[in-house]
């Protein structure tokens, strides 16, 4: 079966500074894709970051960048110079046939 | 249209009422899921459509639930005889490539359905 955990509820970080949040997952999917979606207050869910699991360099996307780890079945998210606006919910997702598997989520705090 | 619709995006139901959540996916996008998110938890898989057929109802939790994308845009999520554990935000995704194979999803602002 696929699934998808964070073992992190919550974290905090100041604006400017760096965090990461963990994600692992499995899968007994040969070809896959990882993501991470973000979900403000109230607002609709929208991609952040997209990883194709045969590609081993790490995506990024300017202030977002990802820690593949393949073998560990480890996906974290490393988000660089912290905004207000970076502050919602995130979720990590694994692709299947017909589904995408999110995880519980990880409430990211910014503090001014 | 610009981005997924939902409707209603509150809806108050009593126990044993019947409801019908309306998706209105992004034109010429191939798939369509349903999500059922509870407060404070990530989504869940309810099911998928790649235009009209209904290829995973793998995650719907009882035969009260049936969904259905008749002409392969306008997706319709019914809820029999609704139960307080129905209580939850529906979510609804469209994506423009066929399975889940890595295409992006763009969401809908949810339907929040509220069962007394």
């Known amino acids: 079966a696929q699934t998808v955990t964070q073992s992190q509820p919550e974290m905090s970080v100041q604006e400017a500074e760096t965090v990461t949040l963990s994600c692992t997952y499995d899968t007994s999917e040969s070809d896959y894709y990882l993501f991470w979606y973000k979900q403000p207050p109230s607002r609709q869910m929208i991609l952040v970051i997209r990883?194709?699991?045969?590609?081993?360099q790490n995506a990024t996307e300017n202030r977002f960048s990802v820690n593949f780890q393949k073998a560990a079945k480890s996906f974290s998210l490393k988000i660089s110079d912290s905004q207000l606006g970076d502050a919602a919910m995130y979720f990590c997702a694994s692709s299947g046939t017909y589904k995408y598997i999110f995880g519980t989520g990880t409430r990211l705090k910014v503090l001014a | 249209g610009a981005g997924v619709s939902q409707s209603p995006r509150y809806k108050v139901a009593k126990r044993g009422q019947d409801v019908a959540l309306r998706c209105d996916p992004i034109?010429?996008?191939?798939?369509l899921f349903w999500y059922q998110q509870a407060l404070g938890q990530g989504p869940e898989f309810l099911t998928y459509f790649q235009n009209e057929a209904q290829l995973d109802k793998s995650g719907l939790p009882s035969d009260r639930f049936f969904a259905e994308r008749p002409e392969g845009s306008v997706s319709t999520l019914k809820i029999q005889r609704t139960q307080q554990e129905d209580s939850a935000v529906y979510l609804c995704?469209?994506?423009?490539?066929?399975?889940?194979?890595?295409?992006?999803?763009?969401f809908g602002e949810g339907s929040r359905l509220t069962v007394l």
């Open positions: 990883q194709e699991a045969y590609k081993q």
């Open positions: 995704a469209s994506s423009l490539v066929g399975g889940a194979v890595g295409g992006e999803l763009f």
């Open positions: 034109s010429g996008h191939v798939s």
